[in-house]
């Protein structure tokens, strides 16, 4: 079974910097891709950031190009979303999850984590 779970959350003001951390549990970690997701309150949950199996290929959504950057230590099973400049419409609950590609697309991802809440204040 594998678990994940994510750390680094909390209340940030706008323009500051977080470290999300994303551990995850069970065998082969390197063989899948990671992604990132946020879902704000009344919101979906949407696509932020996702990596290939070796961190070769990340793929970013538009509204956090250039501010977030997604990494991963295989010798950890750690999945990193380091983000900056943040701003209060980042402000949701982030969650990790496995993947078989680096998809947008949820639906790609067959384990997620329980969630980190990120708050930005204005």
């Known amino acids: 079974q594998v678990q994940l779970e994510e750390s680094g959350g909390g209340l940030v003001q706008a323009g500051g910097s977080l470290r999300l951390s994303c551990a995850a549990s069970?065998?082969?970690?390197?063989?899948?891709?990671m992604g990132w997701f946020r879902q704000a309150p009344g919101k979906e949950r949407e696509f932020v950031t996702a990596i290939n199996y070796s961190g070769s290929s990340t793929s970013y959504a538009d509204s956090v190009k250039g501010r977030f950057t997604i990494s991963r230590d295989n010798a950890k099973n750690t999945v990193y979303l380091q983000m900056n400049s943040l701003k209060p419409d980042d402000t949701a609950v982030y969650y990790c999850?496995?993947?078989?590609?680096?998809?947008?697309?949820?639906?790609?991802?067959?384990?997620w984590g329980q969630g980190t809440q990120v708050t930005v204040s204005s």
């Open positions: 069970g065998r082969a970690f390197s063989s899948y891709a």
């Open positions: 999850a496995r993947g078989s590609t680096y998809s947008f697309y949820s639906g790609k991802y067959d384990y």
